[in-house]
């Protein structure tokens, strides 16, 4: 676990991150992870001097698996308000399955496991909605459908990209493999919508964070690799 910056940790779980926001209210989960592992999240939070039921909030960025893995025995341990988007509630809720038809993401799946349904307390139907103090919901489909981004208002902005992007070495960023996106073009619609904010760091489901300027290699890839 590193802190990216002040109060915002992140925790790599196997190949995905999980990221925890210390606020004056409680503890922020941005995603829980791969199924079976929520035991990682209650240690780094023991490592912080907190524990499982000082989490108040999870906001999810998507329905895949490797970020509600431990969604559901956290709920239940913690009491914590969940926050998706209205178009991908229903994966999370297990009222739809997510299928993915190509050999490799069946595999994967097979051995990660399947994340256990929970309810979404909150649910976003809005683009820009505030969801926390200093948090605001960015819905950035193609990922899922529902897929949502976070700016948080500190230290000059976060945004917690979710798998609308990937980050890279040498301070780039990427997109996710093409096989368990949605939809490509609308995911570089998202990206090219990122890339007109403004926020200093960028943290993501998987590759490594960005501080100083995030928001340049946003704007490079919109110029160029997603094109």
Do not use: N, W
């Not at 489909?141 to 976060?158: A, C, F, M, V």
């Not at 996106?181 to 403004?198: C, H, I, N, T």
């Amino acid at each position: 676990m590193r802190e990216v910056v002040d109060g915002v940790f992140e925790l790599g779980i196997g190949y995905v991150h999980v990221h925890l926001v210390i606020t004056d209210s409680g503890v922020v989960l941005v995603d829980t992870g791969l199924p079976g592992k929520s035991a990682r999240i209650g240690k780094a939070l023991h490592g912080l001097r907190r524990k499982i039921g000082d989490v108040t909030t999870v906001l999810l960025t998507h329905h895949h698996a490797d970020h509600t893995g431990g969604l559901a025995e956290i709920r239940r341990r913690s009491g914590a308000r969940v926050v998706a988007h209205r178009d991908d509630v229903p994966y999370v809720a297990g009222a739809k399955q997510h299928v993915v038809d190509h050999p490799i993401v069946k595999i994967v799946g097979r051995i990660m496991g399947t994340p256990e349904p929970a309810t979404v307390d909150d649910v976003v139907h809005e683009d820009g909605t505030s969801v926390l103090p200093g948090f605001t919901a960015l819905h950035t489909p193609g990922h899922t459908p529902g897929h949502l981004s976070y700016l948080l208002d500190r230290d000059g902005g976060i945004l917690f990209a979710g798998d609308a992007a990937a980050g890279k070495r040498g301070g780039r960023i990427g997109s996710t493999p093409k096989m368990v996106s949605d939809d490509l073009d609308q995911q570089r619609r998202s990206v090219e919508k990122l890339a007109g904010l403004d926020f200093d760091h960028a943290v993501f489901g998987h590759g490594p964070a960005l501080t100083g300027r995030a928001v340049d290699a946003f704007r490079a890839y919109a110029m160029t690799d997603a094109r």
